[in-house]
């Protein structure tokens, strides 16, 4: 079955905005994509799922390389202009300084970075596997910096969230209790 974007089922999901900069036969390029992942801790690899026109993916398809920058909660702007045109037709980089958002240039690849991310993590390209309508790159980091005091976006039903409310862990009774269950269902 189908599960088509913005339907009441795939729209339950929360994931992260990550802003994929890139530069290659479009020129330095940025894009938004929820569907961004950390998938291997040793080495770290990171996995994005790329829609097969985008400009990006073609910009990658050329360098091998991209920036991956994860959106801070107070850069919702910056995510819906990456999101909302394609390289192919409008330089999104020049839009955004315009805007008064700031890139720097990534130590380790040719790529611009977003400043101010919550996170930033330059990686090269080690694999690319073609999944239904998308393409997942997968890249290995080989710089990673943290934004200070930055806190990530949260993307969940369409709309942008600030994480802020933890919830609280249960009573040292209910752990307790809990992990004697566990200890009795042992296999
Ligand atoms: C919040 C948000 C999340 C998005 N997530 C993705 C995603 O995970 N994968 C994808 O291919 N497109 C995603 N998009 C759409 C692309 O960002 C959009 O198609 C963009 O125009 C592609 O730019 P490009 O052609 O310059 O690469 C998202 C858009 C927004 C606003």
New binding site residues.
């Given amino acids: 079955m189908d599960l088509p974007w913005g339907n009441e089922k795939t729209i339950m999901f929360i994931t992260n905005?990550?802003l994929?900069t890139s530069k290659g036969i479009?020129g330095d390029?940025?894009?938004?994509?929820?569907?961004?992942h950390h998938v291997s801790y040793s080495p770290g690899l990171i996995a994005?799922?790329?829609?097969l026109?985008?400009?990006?993916?073609q910009?990658i398809n050329s360098s091998k390389e991209f920036g991956v920058n994860l959106t801070a909660t107070d850069q919702n702007i910056l995510?819906?202009v990456?999101?909302?045109?394609?390289?192919?037709e409008i330089d999104?980089v020049k839009v955004l300084k315009e805007l008064g958002f700031k890139f720097y240039k990534a130590k380790k690849i040719n790529t611009l970075m977003v400043k101010d991310a919550a996170l930033n993590l330059e990686c090269k390209l080690v694999k690319q596997i073609e999944l239904g309508d998308?393409m997942m790159l997968v890249g290995e980091v080989i710089n990673a910096e943290l934004g200070k005091g930055k806190e990530p976006l949260a993307?969940h039903r369409l709309k942008?969230w600030k994480l802020d409310k933890n919830i609280e862990k249960p009573s040292e009774k209910e752990l307790e209790r809990i992990k004697n269950i566990v200890q009795e269902n042992k296999k």
């Fill in positions: 905005v990550g994929i479009y390029n940025i894009m938004a994509a929820e569907w961004t994005v799922c790329l829609g026109n985008r400009a990006t993916l910009n995510a819906s990456a999101g909302g045109s394609t390289g192919k999104k998308h993307y942008y």
